[in-house]
């Protein structure tokens, strides 16, 4: 798949991090830190990285994954509002360190909240998800952490390509600009933010991508959320077609739990995604080198 004749070794650095964030066994909507949450697919990524090395050598390419953990912070600082913005701001640097010492990397976890730490990255996202998850909620939380990735600045709304989406778009366009500003910067026929057809998704340019296992395509059985609709899923033939495109330098891939029935089959999907984001990057680092 990669092209090019066998070149001078350069070393290409994956680094593979979870943040099991999950719901609280006995409080709805209370979300703590289970540690282990995302060891079997941290190390299933690395696994199967690990054996594709060889084909990458061959162009050139020195693969190295670390498993870097997982990231835990205080549950009870995650169950008051304010405390779990301080959180995801720890969360965040935390993040922001490891990204800086790996040319990709990879962050698996559970509910979707610390998704909002992939924001404080340059450029733009792709964002795959059925949700637009802008609850006008104060706590920071699964539900609204895009609201608050606009309210704190993070992004601008043109700078988040949503793909899947079928549900809350109009909270998303109040928080976003509020109904007088829709027409002008979040026109939803029009505006590129919101393409939701699944053949859209190789067309986008980011070098972060944030994904959640329930805007993916139903017929690959994957998805939490029984009344996710094909015409609006997002297919792993076209995200993964993206991601060897941009060449991302991190990628999320969120509402994976090992308990679930259907986990095999979304563990299957995201390490062949996370293949094909090394494909990209490594075709990236080639032509760099090329230059």
């Known amino acids: 798949m990669l092209k090019g004749k066998r070149r001078p070794q350069k070393e290409l650095r994956v680094g593979v991090v979870g943040i099991p964030v999950v719901e609280h066994a006995e409080i709805p909507y209370r979300e703590v830190f289970s540690e282990g949450n995302t060891h079997r ?53 935390e993040m922001k360190r490891l990204d800086s010492k790996h040319d990709l990397l990879l962050v698996v976890g559970g509910k979707h909240t610390p998704a909002y730490c992939l924001y404080q990255f340059p450029g733009n996202v792709a964002r795959v998800d059925f949700h637009a998850d802008s609850q006008a909620y104060e706590k920071l939380e699964f539900s609204n952490y895009l609201r608050y990735v606009l309210l704190n600045g993070l992004k601008k709304p043109h700078q988040v390509r949503n793909f899947g989406l079928r549900e809350n778009l109009s909270l998303y366009s109040m928080f976003a600009g509020g109904p007088a500003r829709i027409s002008k910067d979040i026109n939803l026929a029009a505006e590129p933010t919101f393409k939701r057809h699944q053949t859209d998704v190789h067309k986008v340019r980011a070098r972060t991508f944030d994904i959640d296992s329930d805007g993916l395509h139903e017929k690959y059985d994957v998805s939490y959320d029984a009344y996710v609709s094909s015409r609006f899923g997002v297919s792993a033939s076209n995200l993964g077609k993206a991601l060897i495109r941009n060449g991302p330098s991190r990628v999320g891939f969120f509402e994976y739990y090992p308990q679930n029935e259907n986990a095999h089959k979304l563990e299957r999907m995201i390490v062949a995604l996370s293949k094909a984001a090394v494909i990209g990057v490594a075709s990236r680092v080639l032509r760099q080198s090329t230059n």
Not at 51 to 62: D, H, M, P
């Open 41 to 93: 697919l941290r190390g299933l990524i690395r696994k199967h990285l690990e054996a594709f090395s060889g084909e990458l050598l061959e162009k050139g390419i020195v693969l190295v994954v670390s498993d870097c953990g997982e990231i835990i912070r205080d549950n009870k600082l995650l169950s008051s509002n304010l405390g779990t913005h301080a959180v995801f701001k720890d969360v965040a640097e």
